[in-house]
């Protein structure tokens, strides 16, 4: 009877051990598994269990291309693949066979599979094509991961029209505003065609890489020359509203986009102001012609501009009410025809008429100045207001809103709004080359359109493919003492500036705002241009090294512009694709030599103190030191070794999360 005690106790002692035996099988499962999903705080990712996945594939993000097809947001299907050692093993002919398909050493990775029980990395973000080759070994304890790695072939190029994502999730640009059409499902990959969510697909775009490209170039020499700030551009089809370039510098690079500031990131066509100066003559004389002004006012007795031998004298009844001049610059093409704003001879030929300030702002109205850019991109930024008095010089518009406004005016008076994005594919055979129809109703009647561009075209000097380019220089803040950046008197204001490319060396001359505004050609325009420095230097005595810039492009841009695009086809799409591939992988092998040849420099330094930061703004900061980060867990990082302020050796850094409670 004193022995059954003795029996249950030793029955609940054998349950005990049991269960802490269960118990010590799970704490050494589990913490791998644990590491592994929470990989670079990645929770989305779902780790696959089989060797199967290899025949799995997801679709994606959807690519986005420019108008020829050009891929400007690639997602390339890579794997990661990992291995769990204690069912592996480490036999030499597995070591071999892993090593010979990964293009590892044998004995790096024998070291690796024989120090780690649980799991291993074997190979990180490999091509697809890779996975399948090691998944013919038909080892067991191989196990692998989609990793889908959004690519921007161009780096800066059009950085701010693209834009960038993360997770899967537009954070700005074209894939912030059509997120849900860029976004894909699970498929299986057979030979049908794939599967995909409806209403989304690739993104083709107006924008033309090669014009975006050129409008580049030559503003980043421009911005050389003159010492500009910031510089802008901005193509169009006034017919269609068309975007075919649009141009921010300084740029950035959307593949490591939190190495820039969100100044650098912002798109300061959509947000900024820029002042119209004497680029709003053209509307004042479309307002005198649209309300009959033409023929009924008198002649006035205000001076003319320019040579007498190419100035173009108004018609007969026609009231100007031009401003003395201040100074006329000669052969360098310059006239100074209000305090601190110079313009160019051909805008200074053209009348510039009396006319009612109420009718000029109807006007404006009318062509959109007052509103917001109208683009179809996210504002990232202050919605800009248009300031000042729509009718004078001094007129604060948003560039967007300006060169939409100066299509209307020179297009028929059609309604256009400007549009980046052409259509959406879905894997079919495209319409390429469609034109959105174009808009009922006039902004502005047709006669008065085709009189202003006769007016226009009556001896005003003739660039390349019959472009007519008109500019305005305004002085810093040239609206009074009380503006930013103002005060002091005319003839202070008129200071000349960038002697050359550094201009003076004590910041005089600098603080001028360029604006160059065209069309090609002129008498039935295809194509409107407009060209913004900020912030640069000026010097009225030299001829405009803008113009020149403008000269220089035209014919390219009208010529790629009128070009059909061909219909792209299954090969050369997987073509280019591959090659995309191919330029991340060395992109990739570059960055990681740089970031070793920083540490054999020492120019690593120590080890910055990231506790208490996200995960994104750890690695930014960690990246100069070139270092393989492991990351443990989620949320922001509750520790890290090597500690802060320890000397950055070639081993790597483990950082600690912590879900934040």
């Known amino acids: ?82 291995a769990r050692p204690l069912t592996l093993g480490a036999s030499e002919s597995t070591i071999s066979g ?123 020499g421009l911005s050389r020359q003159v010492s500009a700030a910031r510089a802008m551009g901005l193509v169009m089809d006034p017919r269609t509203g068309a975007v075919l370039a649009m141009v921010n510098r300084p740029t950035y690079d959307p593949n490591r986009f939190w190495s820039n500031d969100t100044a650098t990131r912002r798109n300061a066509l959509l947000n900024t102001q820029v002042y119209a100066g004497e680029l709003f003559r053209l509307v004042r004389l479309a307002a005198t012609l649209e309300a009959g002004q033409w023929e009924e006012a008198e002649m ?76 179809d991109l996210p504002m990232d930024g202050e919605k800009p207001a248009a300031g000042g008095d729509l009718a004078g010089f001094d007129s604060a518009i948003a560039p967007v809103r300006l060169l939409t406004g100066f299509s209307r005016l020179v297009n028929g008076g059609r309604p256009i709004s400007p549009r980046l994005l052409q259509q959406v594919w879905g894997g079919e055979q495209p319409g390429v080359g469609a034109k959105p129809a174009s808009p009922a109703g006039e902004v502005v009647p047709r006669r008065i359109s085709t009189a202003l561009l006769d007016t226009i075209g009556a001896g005003t000097r003739k660039g390349p493919a019959a472009a ?91 010529r790629w512009h009128r070009e059909q695009p061909a219909a792209p086809d299954a090969a050369r799409l997987r073509k280019l694709e591959a090659e995309a591939l191919l330029a991340w992988q060395r992109a990739e092998a570059s960055r990681e030599a740089g970031a070793a040849a920083k540490v054999e420099r020492g120019a690593a330094g120590r080890m910055p103190n990231v506790v208490g930061m996200s995960l994104r703004k750890a690695l930014q900061k960690m990246e100069p030191c070139g270092l393989r980060i492991s990351v443990v867990g989620a949320g922001r990082v509750v520790s890290q070794h090597p500690p802060a302020g320890a000397e950055v050796g070639k081993d790597g850094c483990t950082l600690e999360l912590r879900i934040d409670q």
């Open 300 to 375: 006035g007795d205000a001076p003319v501009f320019g040579d007498p031998a190419v100035t173009v004298m108004p018609p007969a009844k026609f009231k100007e009410a031009r401003p003395a001049a201040l100074h006329d610059e000669g052969e360098s093409g310059w006239l100074n025809v209000r305090p601190n704003i110079y313009t160019s001879s051909e805008l200074a030929q053209l009348p510039d008429p009396v006319v009612d300030a109420a009718l000029v702002n109807r006007l404006a109205v009318r062509l959109g100045f007052g509103e917001e850019a109208g683009l």
């Open 468 to 558: 007519i380019f008109f500019e305005s220089v305004s002085g810093p803040r040239f609206t009074g003492p009380d503006k930013p950046g103002g005060g002091g008197t005319p003839e202070e204001l008129l200071v000349s500036v960038d002697k050359g490319a550094g201009g003076d060396g004590d910041g005089a001359g600098k603080g001028f705002q360029w604006l160059m505004l065209g069309m090609a050609p002129y008498f039935e325009p295809e194509i409107v241009i407009l060209l913004i420095l900020d912030d640069s230097g000026f010097d009225p005595e030299k001829a405009s090294p803008v113009r020149a810039a403008a000269d220089e492009m035209v014919e390219r841009i009208l």
């Open 98 to 220: 892993l090593a010979s398909v990964l293009g590892r050493q044998e004995d790096d990775l024998r070291r690796e599979l024989r120090k780690t029980r649980s799991f291993v990395w074997l190979a990180n973000k490999v091509p697809a094509a890779t996975a399948e080759q090691v998944a013919k070994l038909g080892l067991a304890g191989i196990h692998f991961v989609d990793e889908g790695q959004r690519y921007y072939p161009h780096g800066g190029s059009a950085a701010h029209v693209i834009g960038f994502q993360q997770d899967d999730q537009g954070l700005a640009g074209l894939e912030l505003q059509y997120d849900d059409l860029l976004r894909g499902e699970e498929m299986q990959v057979d030979s049908a065609a794939p599967r995909r969510n409806q209403g989304s697909g690739h993104l083709i775009l107006n924008l033309d890489l090669r014009i975006q490209q050129l409008v580049e170039k030559k503003l980043d």
């Open 1 to 82: 009877m004193k022995e059954r005690p003795r029996a249950r106790r030793i029955t609940l002692l054998g349950w005990v051990v049991i269960g802490l035996l269960l118990l010590a099988v799970v704490m050494v499962l589990v913490p791998g598994s644990f590491w592994f999903e929470n990989r670079f705080n990645l929770e989305r990712r779902q780790p696959a269990l089989t060797k199967e996945v290899v025949g799995v594939s997801a679709v994606g993000r959807h690519n986005i291309y420019d108008r020829n097809f050009e891929p400007l947001a690639v997602s390339l299907q890579l794997v990661s693949i990992y």
